[in-house]
């Protein structure tokens, strides 16, 4: 609840106390004379009251609506394959900075994803968003990584779209997210996205298997772990071994606090002519991205396909599932282009064409030249 909200309600708390003890305090004809007053204020009050509930109901409905329309924006969107050369060198982790300006890719109120699909015969990488909204990431992933190439997926393009299920397959789905929102997500892997691929790798066709991050700007938690930092340090605390903790506590969000942020769903789903290989699949995908995660902050399932859960539509890339606040480092471990090395685990892995070259200098014709000689030995 905000401050706002707070003091408006501590104030009609203290009205209707106020207003309560100075009519205990009259006398049955007062009250009689104060009857057409109090019926007015009444009913005063209880306009504003459904006033108040009207104004609050379409904001609501506005919302639902412009949420709404995002979400058969991004579902009417594009979808590109993003390749990188079999000699693309190997990707740290560490030092890579895409997510820490996605973050902030215009327009921000949509979100898009970012997805590995594969099995045993194929894997490939790619985005998915508005027409609008892939630019501006398309842009981002090019400055990251220069040697990126990028070719369209579905329609006329010749690359099928693999989240389109076909008719008489299953599916089955998971999303999984770190345990607590306050502490940040470790890794314990050497790379997240390569222990994905290895997994995608092991899948048997006609089985296929994908892993996608949905993700859109997030402005809310920055603010909440800058609070939570201040809490911690206002108050007197007599015992110092109790300071000493709030401290620390409050120095852990503010460190926190100082990345960017974005609002996340990380699905992993699979899909099959048999019920039980697609269920397998996507199990065995999220115990593997479980697993890359440390201790600290766990990363657990949090939703997962079954009768009492909603239903999904993977080619809408529907952000309406289990959302957490992943920081920008974070995301990044699990959302990168790798390098040539991604082959050694994921052989089929969809590759770029060779950067070209300029030829040599003695093989280059002379200005002008019309023929070339040539000598053969015998």
Same mark, same amino acid.
């Given at each position: ?10 104030? /009609? ?66 979808? $590109?394959?993003? /390749? ?25 109120? *949509? ?18 968003? #508005? ?13 990251? $990584? ?13 690359? %099928? &779209?693999? #989240? ?15 345990? =607590? ?6 890794? +314990? ?8 691929? =290895? ?40 015992? %110092? ?5 709030? #401290? ?6 503010? *460190? ?16 099959? %002519? ?21 201790? &600290? ?13 909603? +239903?999904? +539509?993977? %080619? #809408? ?8 606040? $992943?920081? &920008?480092?974070?995301?990044?471990? /699990?959302?990168? /282009? ?37 000598? +053969?030995?015998?």
């Amino acid at each position: 609840m905000t401050e706002n909200k707070k003091i408006a309600l501590l104030g /009609l708390l203290a009205f209707i106390i106020v207003g309560g003890s100075l009519l205990l305090g009259l006398s049955p004809r007062q009250l009689r004379d104060l009857r057409p007053y109090l019926l007015m204020g009444a009913g005063f009050l209880l306009f504003l009251f459904f006033l108040v509930i009207m104004v609050k109901l379409l904001q609501r409905h506005s919302k639902s609506r412009q949420a709404q329309a995002t979400q058969e924006a991004v579902a009417n969107g594009e979808s $590109w394959m993003l /390749l990188r050369p079999k000699e693309a060198k190997t990707v740290d982790v560490a030092k890579v900075t895409l997510w820490r300006r996605l973050a902030y890719a215009q327009p921000t109120a *949509e979100h898009f994803s970012f997805e590995a699909h594969g099995n045993a015969d194929h894997q490939r990488l790619l985005v998915h968003a #508005t027409p609008t909204k892939l630019r501006s990431v398309l842009r981002e992933f090019i400055q990251e $990584w220069d040697d990126v190439q990028r070719r369209p997926v579905g329609g006329d393009s010749g690359e %099928p &779209d693999w #989240t389109v299920i076909p008719e008489g397959w299953s599916l089955y789905w998971l999303e999984v997210g770190p345990s =607590s929102t306050d502490q940040p997500v470790t890794v +314990s892997g050497r790379d997240p996205l390569l222990a994905a691929l =290895s997994e995608l790798a092991d899948i048997p066709a006609p089985t296929r298997a994908m892993l996608q991050v949905i993700a859109r700007s997030d402005t809310r938690t920055r603010h909440r772990l800058g609070t939570q930092s201040a809490q911690m340090r206002t108050g007197d605390v007599s015992d %110092p071994g109790v300071r000493y903790q709030r #401290t620390h506590e409050a120095k852990r969000l503010e *460190e926190r606090g100082a990345r960017l942020f974005l609002e996340a769903v990380v699905r992993v789903a699979a899909v099959s %002519p048999n019920a039980e290989r697609a269920r397998g699949a996507a199990v065995a995908l999220a115990n593997t991205l479980c697993n890359q995660f440390g201790p &600290d902050n766990p990363v657990v399932i949090l939703a997962q396909c079954g009768a009492s859960r909603r +239903s999904v +539509s993977l %080619p #809408t890339r529907a952000f309406d599932g289990a959302m957490r606040p $992943w920081a &920008d480092d974070e995301i990044a471990a /699990l959302a990168h /282009l790798p390098g040539g090395n991604a082959l050694s685990v994921a052989p089929m892995l969809a590759t770029g064409s060779a950067k070209a070259l300029p030829a040599r200098p003695e093989l280059r014709l002379p200005e002008r030249a019309f023929t070339a000689a040539y000598a +053969s030995r015998i």
